[in-house]
T-cell receptor
Framework: AQKVTQAQTEISVVEKEDVTLDCVYE???????LFWYKQPPSGELVFLIR??????QNEISGRYSWNFQKSTSSFNFTITASQVVDSAVYFC???????????FGAGTTVTVRA | DAGVTQSPTHLIKTRGQQVTLRCSPK?????VSWYQQALGQGPQFIFQ???????QRGNFPDRFSGHQFPNYSSELNVNALLLGDSALYLC?????FGTGRETQYFGPGTRLLVL
């Protein structure tokens, strides 16, 4: 069974600091897909990034970057120069190639103080 | 380009009642998934509909049922409501190319409170 663990429950930073969110996953599939979603207080889950298991190149998109390490089953996400609007709950999710569902971690609450 | 829409936004019911939640997918999407998110937890997969059929189901009792219409919109029905059904119900849509690889886009959710 697939499983996603987000060990950090809450992170609090001051504006302009970098924030790194940890995600560790378990799967038996060799092909799978990893996602990060953001959930502001309004409740809507907003898609941020995805990574396919067969592509280990790490990328940067604006203030977001991610570090995918298949050897340690980790998919960490970094927000550079955080802003107050980044305050939200962030979820890591996994989908296997043999499956249709997303399996989510418990989420990490990020609070950015001005 | 309209995103995923859900109705109603909030709902209050009493134990034993039945509820119907509605979802319209993002333009061009043909697949709808439903998730339940209890307070302080990550979303849990209920089921997914494609071509008007339930394609996959999570660990939810038969009290939870759904439907997909020819225009790809979907309904989630919950019968015999329990206090534990109080949650945020999220609908997600995607374009189906196959298992797992599609990105799911979520709606704003329906907050259900069962008293």
């Amino acid at each position: 069974a697939q499983k996603v663990t987000q060990a950090q429950t809450e992170i609090s930073v001051v504006e302009k600091e970098d924030v790194t969110l940890d995600c560790v996953y378990e799967t038996r599939d060799t092909t799978y897909y990893l996602f990060w979603y953001k959930q502001p207080p309004s409740g809507e889950l907003v898609f941020l990034i995805r990574r396919n298991s067969f592509d280990e190149q790490n990328e940067i998109s604006g203030r977001y970057s991610w570090n995918f390490q298949k050897s340690t089953s980790s998919f960490n996400f970094t927000i550079t120069a955080s802003q107050v609007v980044d305050s939200a709950v962030y979820f890591c999710a996994l989908s296997e190639a043999t499956d249709y569902k997303l399996s989510f971690g418990a989420g990490t609450t990020v609070t950015v103080r001005a | 380009d309209a995103g995923v829409t859900q109705s109603p936004t909030h709902l209050i019911k009493t134990r034993g009642q039945q509820v119907t939640l509605r979802c319209s997918p993002k333009s061009g999407h043909d697949t709808v998934s439903w998730y339940q998110q209890a307070l302080g937890q990550g979303p849990q997969f209920i089921f997914q509909y494609y071509e008007e059929e339930e394609r996959q189901r999570g660990n939810f009792p038969d009290r939870f049922s759904g439907h997909q219409f020819p225009n790809y919109s979907s309904e989630l029905n919950v019968n015999a409501l329990l206090l534990g059904d109080s949650a945020l119900y999220l609908c997600a849509s995607s374009l189906s190319f196959g298992t797992g690889r599609e990105t799911q886009y979520f709606g704003p959710g329906t907050r259900l409170l069962v008293l």
